[in-house]
């Protein structure tokens, strides 16, 4: 992947260069936003949820996994997944927060910002679950882009285990219209693979301790891990609390704001404490 200027633990407020980078590409690595020591921890943490309360599946569905396997492969392929670890991990909800990850998500989305999700993505060993194109806007629709997803690698990533790779400049083409039916039933999001394919992206690997983020709206894939080590990243959501969320997952629950306030819109009530009523969205 393109750099431009490097982050370091103690710094965190980016150059013009790299908001631009971002701004213009749809993307943008940090590195070393977590130490070696905090990594560590993290991983540790990872690993105990995956044995306590992940959930290990085939992944996604659609008809894009016959274009992206063969046959036995796709048989054998899985996903280690689940939502928010930081109502499950200290250690979690401390990274949410980490100030000079703030910092840098205050330079991209402005000087409020909202934790939206966090989401465990781990492609576990020789068959780790690979990625179609998407965006992330169908899983989670905002009215707009000022929405950040920050994958945090807790492990080196490579082609060969299925690092994140971006097509660039993708994300000002805004929301688009994603495969979500077949003719066997719905499916996962996902941009058709005769348009969008891996091979016209760029590579994002990055080290453990790094970030790559990017909007919203870019449109990104991964190939399948076929290491003998598992691929363990998480996904952070950031938006601006004033992007208000239309559709998807987390719909109707407010976030953590790590920065900032919360402006208060016309006639907007304060948040229920007495859990959702009938017909209203629950937090699952």
């Keep these: 992947m393109n750099e431009v200027g490097v982050l370091t633990n103690e710094v965190s407020v980016l150059t013009e260069d790299q908001i631009n980078f971002y701004n213009e590409r749809g993307y943008l690595r940090i590195p070393k936003i977590f130490t070696p020591q905090e990594t560590d921890e993290l991983a540790a943490e990872l690993d105990r949820l995956i044995e306590v309360w992940a959930q290990k599946t085939v992944?996604?569905?659609?008809?894009?996994?016959?274009?992206?396997?063969?046959?036995?492969?796709?048989?054998?392929?899985?996903l280690t997944s689940m939502h928010d670890l930081h109502f499950y991990s200290g250690a979690w909800a401390r990274a949410v927060m980490k100030p000079n990850l703030v910092e840098v998500l205050s330079n991209l989305l402005g000087p409020n910002v909202?934790?939206?999700?966090?989401?465990?993505?781990?492609?576990?060993?020789?068959?780790?679950?690979?990625f179609p194109m998407h965006q992330d806007w169908p899983f989670y629709k905002h009215q707009n882009?000022?929405?950040?997803?920050?994958?945090?690698?807790?492990?080196?990533?490579?082609?060969d285990n299925g690092e994140i790779r971006l097509l660039e400049g993708s994300h000002k083409q805004g929301p688009l219209q994603h495969i979500v039916r077949t003719q066997d039933g719905p499916c996962h999001p996902h941009l058709p693979t005769d348009k969008y394919k891996l091979?016209?992206?760029v590579a994002g690997p990055a080290n453990r301790g790094d970030i790559v983020c990017?909007?919203?709206?870019?449109?990104?894939?991964s190939h399948i891990n076929v290491t003998n080590r598992p691929r363990r990243l998480v996904r952070l959501g950031y938006r601006d609390?004033?992007?208000?969320?239309?559709?998807?997952?987390?719909?109707?629950?407010?976030?953590?704001?790590?920065?900032?306030?919360?402006?208060?819109?016309?006639?907007?009530?304060?948040?229920?404490?007495?859990?959702?009523?009938?017909?209203?969205?629950?937090?699952?």
């Design 199 to 201: 091979e016209d992206t």
């Design 214 to 221: 990017f909007n919203i709206c870019t449109i990104h894939g």
């Design 59 to 78: 992944g996604w569905t659609g008809p894009w996994r016959k274009v992206y396997m063969d046959a036995d492969t796709e048989k054998k392929s899985m």
């Design 145 to 159: 882009g000022r929405y950040v997803d920050v994958l945090v690698h807790l492990d080196d990533t490579c082609h």
């Design 114 to 130: 909202e934790l939206h999700h966090t989401t465990m993505h781990v492609k576990p060993p020789e068959t780790g679950h690979p």
């Design 241 to 284: 609390p004033e992007n208000v969320q239309i559709a998807g997952q987390s719909l109707g629950r407010p976030g953590l704001i790590v920065r900032g306030f919360r402006p208060r819109r016309s006639g907007q009530d304060l948040f229920s404490n007495n859990g959702p009523r009938e017909g209203e969205a629950t937090f699952d």
